[in-house]
């Protein structure tokens, strides 16, 4: 079964020929979200040199665009920011950054007892110039 695939127009476009989400039978599976402003294809945050390299983040600002981009494809899909039930998150600076990124994952899930499962993985890159990266799996509604 391979399920129907889902594009979400208020989330940023995928950097790759994959949909924003696929349904299978009662689940929603979210292909990888990150920062990128929907609008403008811009990553919050980020500070670049003249030349154009990046020499500074945001990550709190990061955070809450990744966050405002999974809901997004969430109601494109149909479905809540309380539908989700596994979440795995990638940072970049996992030394630098967990202890932030933690801090607004306690804002939008205040109590553990409801809140997603969840794993962070400290990683090298991602593949564009952002910090964070979330992917997902909700429950589908009918």
Same mark, same amino acid.
């Given at each position: 079964?391979?399920?129907?695939?889902?594009?979400?127009?208020?989330?940023?476009?995928?950097?790759?020929?994959?949909?924003?989400?696929?349904?299978?039978?009662?689940?929603?599976?979210?292909?990888?979200?990150?920062?990128?402003?929907?609008?403008?294809?811009?990553?919050?945050?980020?500070?670049?040199?003249?030349?154009?390299?990046?020499?500074?983040?945001?990550?709190? &600002?990061?955070?809450?665009?990744?966050?405002?981009?999974?809901?997004?494809?969430?109601?494109?899909?149909?479905?809540?920011?309380?539908?989700?039930?596994?979440?795995?998150?990638?940072?970049?600076?996992?030394?630098?950054?967990?202890?932030?990124?933690?801090?607004?994952?306690?804002?939008?899930?205040?109590?553990?007892?409801?809140?997603?499962?969840?794993?962070?993985?400290?990683?090298?890159?991602?593949?564009?110039?952002?910090?964070?990266? &979330?992917?997902?799996?909700?429950?589908?509604?009918?």
């Amino acid at each position: 079964m391979s399920g129907n695939a889902i594009h979400a127009d208020n989330a940023p476009k995928a950097v790759g020929s994959y949909p924003h989400a696929r349904r299978v039978g009662g689940m929603l599976f979210l292909s990888g979200i990150g920062p990128r402003d929907a609008a403008s294809n811009g990553i919050p945050g980020n500070v670049h040199d003249a030349d154009g390299a990046l020499i500074a983040y945001d990550i709190a &600002l990061q955070t809450n665009a990744v966050f405002a981009n999974v809901r997004a494809v969430l109601e494109a899909s149909g479905a809540r920011w309380e539908d989700l039930v596994d979440v795995t998150v990638y940072l970049t600076d996992m030394a630098r950054d967990f202890k932030a990124y933690n801090a607004i994952w306690a804002e939008h899930f205040p109590d553990p007892a409801t809140a997603p499962c969840r794993t962070t993985l400290g990683i090298t890159a991602l593949p564009t110039p952002i910090a964070i990266e &979330l992917k997902c799996i909700a429950v589908a509604k009918d």
